[in-house]
């Protein structure tokens, strides 16, 4: 076998940029506050972390852009929380939100994480911020560490 890389989970020397939608923001707060935690249990020091915040989910993406493009960041992880109401709105904003993050990391060449909750009450909400099914802010903190680490040993190969 040739090749095989195996991303590690430090976070030292990496620069993370996190993306944070206000709407809903008690649900954001909790998974921006776990994914710090995570990134500076990885060894991220404070000045490798940026916390930017949007009006909601659908600002995300350009933002994210913004921040991916900068050539500051070695991640950009993206959060906010949709919560289904009586029509179709949350759908189109998650979709949305959803395909414009992939666009962003595709055309930047920067991993963007797609934290970002589509629920269909605050029950749920809940239960994925720190309830009964964990923090989404902490998984996406460590993909976003495993990304940023395999961009850097990809392109040193």
Same mark, same amino acid.
């Given at each position: $076998?040739? *090749?095989?890389?195996?991303?590690?989970?430090? #976070?030292?020397?990496?620069?993370?940029?996190?993306?944070?939608? +206000?709407? !809903? @923001? /008690?649900?954001?707060?909790?998974?921006?506050?776990?994914?710090?935690? /995570? *990134?500076?249990?990885?060894? #991220?020091?404070?000045?490798?972390?940026?916390? %930017?915040?949007?009006?909601?989910?659908?600002?995300?993406?350009?933002?994210?852009?913004? &921040? &991916?493009?900068?050539? +500051?960041?070695?991640?950009?992880?993206?959060?906010? &929380?949709?919560?289904?109401?009586?029509?179709?709105?949350?759908?189109?904003? #998650?979709?949305?939100?959803?395909?414009?993050? *992939? @666009? /962003?990391?595709?055309?930047?060449?920067?991993?963007?994480? !797609?934290?970002?909750?589509? %629920? +269909?009450?605050?029950?749920?909400?809940?239960?994925?911020?720190?309830?009964?099914?964990?923090?989404?802010?902490?998984?996406?903190?460590?993909? #976003?560490? @495993? $990304?940023?680490?395999?961009?850097?040993? *990809?392109?040193?190969?």
């Amino acid at each position: $076998m040739g *090749l095989e890389v195996v991303p590690g989970h430090d #976070a030292h020397g990496h620069r993370y940029c996190l993306v944070a939608a +206000r709407f !809903n @923001q /008690v649900y954001v707060e909790r998974m921006v506050q776990s994914a710090l935690d /995570v *990134l500076r249990g990885r060894g #991220a020091g404070d000045d490798d972390l940026a916390v %930017v915040w949007v009006p909601g989910s659908f600002e995300l993406p350009l933002a994210c852009r913004w &921040a &991916a493009a900068s050539g +500051r960041y070695d991640a950009v992880l993206a959060f906010g &929380a949709i919560v289904q109401g009586e029509t179709d709105h949350a759908r189109i904003v #998650a979709d949305l939100s959803a395909r414009g993050l *992939l @666009q /962003v990391m595709m055309e930047t060449d920067v991993p963007v994480l !797609n934290g970002v909750l589509a %629920v +269909r009450d605050a029950e749920q909400a809940a239960a994925r911020t720190g309830g009964k099914l964990g923090n989404r802010g902490a998984e996406v903190a460590l993909a #976003a560490v @495993q $990304m940023g680490r395999l961009r850097r040993e *990809l392109r040193a190969k």
